[in-house]
């Protein structure tokens, strides 16, 4: 059965400083997904990495697969207020027609 | 931009009423999906569907729980009898399965069963 981890689960920031999500999975994935959420709304899909070494950037925030090692990163530099919310990445297992399995999700919060 | 839509947005109900909850998925989407989220909890997946049946569906998804493509837009899930564990927030999904593979979430249904 594939699990998903993310770490950590809450995570307070100051404005301008950096910090890295990490998302692991425990099966063979073939895509893996970043997702935004604020409170009381839908997922907002940010990224879609779909093979090893894949890195993906928009604005603030980075996305990278290791499907060797079966870890992603969400990299967030120089965090602002609006970048407060909770980040979800989900996986599509190899054997799987479609389903994603979601980790936990991090509440980012950043502070002035 | 082309969305995924969901009605109602909130839904209340009894213990025990039968509930539909509605989607009409992207319109030249051919994979839809239903997802539940209970409050402050990670999304889980509850089941997919293709070609006019179920391709994979969860322990979530019992004889309670089932869907229906009544005509060429709209997607249902249907609840028979509520229970009180089953308020959470539903969301629908749908995707083309083209290169990138996007599952694209609807804003969501949030059930309350009282």
């Known amino acids: 059965e594939l699990k998903v981890e993310q770490n950590p689960l809450f995570l307070s920031m100051q404005e301008g400083k950096n910090y890295t999500i990490y998302c692991n999975y425990s099966?063979?994935?073939?895509?893996l997904y970043w997702y935004r959420q604020d409170p009381g709304k839908s997922l907002e899909s940010l990224f879609v990495?779909?093979?090893?070494?894949a890195v993906k950037q928009e604005g603030r925030l980075m996305a990278s697969l290791d499907t060797k090692a079966r870890l992603s990163t969400l990299h967030i530099t120089a965090a602002v207020h609006d970048l407060s919310a909770t980040y979800f990445c989900?996986?599509?297992?190899?054997?799987?027609?479609?389903?994603?399995?979601f980790g936990q999700g991090t509440i980012l919060t950043v502070h002035p | 931009e082309p969305e995924v839509t969901q009605t109602p947005s909130h839904q209340v109900t009894q213990m025990g009423q039968e509930v539909i909850l509605r989607c009409v998925p992207i319109?030249?989407?051919?994979?839809f999906y239903w997802y539940r989220q209970i409050l402050g909890q990670k999304v889980e997946f509850l089941v997919s569907?293709?070609?006019?049946?179920?391709?994979?569906k969860s322990e979530i998804f019992d004889d309670q729980f089932s869907v229906e493509r009544p005509d060429g837009s709209n997607f249902t899930l249907k609840i028979r009898s509520t229970k009180l564990e089953d308020s959470a927030m539903y969301f629908c999904a749908s995707d083309d399965r083209g290169l990138t593979y996007e599952q694209y979430f609807g804003p969501g249904t949030r059930l309350t069963v009282t």
């Open positions: 990495l779909l093979s090893n070494g």
């Open positions: 989900a996986v599509k297992g190899g054997t799987s027609y479609g389903k994603l399995t």
């Open positions: 319109s030249n989407h051919l994979y």
């Open positions: 099966t063979t994935s073939d895509r």
């Open positions: 569907f293709y070609n006019n049946e179920i391709s994979e």
